[in-house]
């Protein structure tokens, strides 16, 4: 068998309470996990996952169909817009 060695990283604690508890639901524990993770991308020589930058919420084309939705709200007469307290009307 081959000789086990300690890796030490660190986690935002949300993150590593999330992975405890998914690892948990799968009857892993991190350790395996971390395990299964290594060995694949040893094999494998990549990310076993997608990497990708994040994108810009504002252009995703989810929020893209929303705003096109509240624009024809807008030319139906269907949008009411109200005076909100923080904006000063000279």
Known sequence: MA???SVNFKLDSDV???MEQ???DMGLSMSAAFTIFAKKVG???RIPFEVSAP???FYSESNIKYLEGIMQDI???KAHFAE???I???
């Open 75 to 77: 030319r139906d007469g």
């Open 16 to 18: 590593k309470r999330s």
């Open 43 to 45: 094999r494998e020589r």
């Open 3 to 5: 000789q086990t060695v």
């Open 84 to 86: 909100h307290e923080l």
């Open 22 to 24: 998914a690892c948990a």
């Open 55 to 57: 994108v810009d919420r």
């Open 88 to 90: 000063e009307v000279d």
